[in-house]
C-alpha cells in the first residue's frame, strides 16, 4: 500500500519540516517522500481532511483494559482499535487485570494479543506479586519478555523497605519503577478532595496531604538508591514543586498528569455524578492551573488520559460507592488542547513520554519509520457518548466542549482513519 498524505501542517520539533505544511509519501511503512506537492497516481490511497495537521505517533502512558478478567470492561482488541481511532500508536497497558501482570508468561499474553494492530502496546507490569504490596514480582524476567516498567496501577507501596529494593534491584537492567502518590493512612475513607467542596457537599476528603506525604518519601529513598522513578497522574500544586525541585538536585524522577485533572476541578461534584469520581480525586482550580504550569515549564513530563473502563453497575450508584476511574483515550486531545499549547502538549505525548520510558525515538523525516497521528487540532464540538467508542462510557468529559479531534494514524503500515 502506498499511502499519501496531502497538505499535512507537521507539527515535530526534531523534524526538518516543524511547522511546514507538506506532502508526505508513505511506501512500505517508511515515508519514502516529504515535499511541498507530490503528485497523485491512481494506485495510492490519498489522505485529504480539513486543517489537517500530523505529528509522530501519540503514545498514553496509562491505559486499561479489562482483558485478561474484565473483558466486558474492554477488551485488548476494542482497547487497540479504540486508541487508534484516538490518535494512539501505542500504549502502555497496567498491570490491573484479573489475573495481575505480574509474570513473564502474563506479559507475553498481552504482547501476543496485540500483535497486528495499528497500535502498539507495552505492558507496564505490576511491581510487586498480585499488586499486594507484600513481595516483589520477578522484574527481570517481565523485562525481558517485553515490559517497559514496573507499577502497581492505583496501589501505593506502602512498605518503605520494599519501594527502596526494588529501586536498588531495577539499576541492573535500567528498569523504570512507578509509585502511586498516595498516603493510604492520610486517605483513609475519604473520596473527594478535601476542601471547601467536600465540606458542602458532605463527602468524606482527601487532603493533597496524601499525595505529597508519599512523593516526599519516594523522592527521599530515591536521593538515597538512585535509579529512575516515575510518579504518574499527580494532582496537585505542591505535588509539582516537589517534583521540581528534586529535578534541580539532579534525580532521575519523571512524572505524568492526567487529562481530567488538567481541566477538570471538584466543583464538578455538585451533581454527584460517578464518572467524576477518580483517583487522586478532581482538586481545585489553582491546582489545575500548577499542573498547566507544570507541563509549560516541563516539570511534569507526561500528559495520559488515565483511561480506566469501569463496568456500568459499578458507575450507576451512589457516589461514595462507585469505583474510581473514567475512559479517556477519546477525549484527550479535544480537552487538553483547550489548555495548552499545540506544542507543549503534543511533546508531552509524543517524544517525552518514549524517552521515559525508554521506547526508541522516532521523527518525521525521509527515510524514517512512519509512525504517524492526524488530527485537526481546530475543530470544536461537544463530546457526547456518540463519540465514546470504549464498550465502557464512564467518560467525565460527556457534554464537555472539545477543541481539536483526532483523524486517525498511520502505523506498522496501516492507515486507520475515523469515518
Not at 130 to 144: C, F, H, R, V
Request: hydrophobic share 35%; aromatic share 8%; glycine share 6%.
Amino acid at each position: 500500500m502506498i499511502t499519501l498524505i496531502k497538505s499535512a501542517t507537521i507539527i515535530d520539533s526534531s523534524s526538518p519540516f516543524h511547522q511546514q505544511k507538506k506532502d508526505i509519501l508513505i511506501q512500505d511503512g517508511s515515508i519514502r517522500k516529504i515535499d511541498s506537492k507530490i503528485p497523485s497516481k491512481k494506485e495510492y490511497t490519498i489522505v485529504e481532511r480539513e486543517n489537517l495537521h500530523v505529528s509522530c505517533g501519540w503514545f498514553d502512558t496509562s491505559v486499561s483494559f479489562g482483558e485478561p478478567g474484565y473483558e466486558e470492561r474492554e477488551t485488548i482488541k476494542n482497547g487497540l482499535q479504540v486508541a487508534a481511532k484516538s490518535g494512539f500508536t501505542a500504549v502502555a497497558v497496567n498491570a490491573n487485570s484479573n489475573p495481575v501482570i505480574d509474570n513473564k508468561s502474563a506479559v507475553e499474553f498481552l504482547i501476543n494479543k496485540a500483535h497486528g494492530f495499528a497500535t502498539n502496546l507495552h505492558p507496564i507490569a505490576a511491581l510487586t506479586q498480585g499488586s499486594k504490596g507484600i513481595n516483589m514480582a520477578e522484574l527481570y524476567d517481565m523485562q525481558q519478555s517485553g515490559a517497559i516498567a514496573f507499577g502497581d496501577y492505583k496501589k501505593p507501596i506502602e512498605q518503605d523497605n520494599l519501594m527502596k529494593v526494588a529501586l536498588l534491584y531495577a539499576q541492573n537492567f535500567d528498569g523504570l519503577v512507578l509509585s502511586f502518590p498516595k498516603n493510604k493512612s492520610i486517605t483513609g475513607e475519604g473520596i473527594a478532595h478535601e476542601g471547601i467542596n467536600s465540606t458542602k457537599l458532605g463527602l468524606k476528603g482527601i487532603p493533597a496531604l496524601a499525595e505529597e506525604l508519599q512523593i516526599v518519601r519516594d523522592l527521599f529513598l530515591l536521593e538515597y538508591t538512585g535509579g529512575k522513578l516515575h510518579i504518574p497522574t499527580i494532582s496537585s500544586a505542591k505535588s509539582v514543586d516537589l517534583i521540581k525541585e528534586a529535578k534541580k538536585n539532579g534525580l532521575q524522577v519523571s512524572c505524568s498528569v492526567a487529562a481530567h485533572h488538567l481541566t477538570l476541578t471538584d466543583n464538578e461534584l455538585h451533581e454527584f455524578d460517578s464518572n467524576f469520581k477518580t483517583n487522586p480525586p478532581l482538586r481545585t482550580n489553582a491546582d489545575c492551573k500548577a499542573l498547566q504550569k507544570g507541563v509549560r515549564t516541563g516539570v511534569i513530563d507526561i500528559i495520559t488520559s488515565d483511561h480506566d473502563p469501569i463496568d456500568i453497575e459499578y458507575k450507576k450508584v451512589e457516589f461514595s460507592e462507585a469505583k474510581d476511574g473514567t475512559i479517556g483515550l477519546e477525549s484527550l486531545f479535544g480537552a487538553v488542547n483547550l489548555v495548552l499549547p499545540l506544542e507543549d502538549f503534543i511533546e508531552s505525548i509524543t517524544s517525552k513520554p518514549r524517552a521515559v520510558f525508554g521506547l526508541e525515538p522516532i521523527t518525521i523525516e525521509e527515510g524514517k519509520i512512519a509512525e504517524i497521528s492526524l488530527f485537526n487540532p481546530e475543530e470544536q464540538y461537544t463530546f457526547t457518548k456518540e463519540h465514546a467508542l470504549s464498550t465502557s462510557k464512564n467518560s467525565a468529559f460527556f457534554n464537555k466542549k472539545m477543541n481539536g479531534k483526532a483523524y486517525g494514524i498511520f502505523s506498522n503500515k496501516q492507515l486507520i482513519l475515523n469515518s
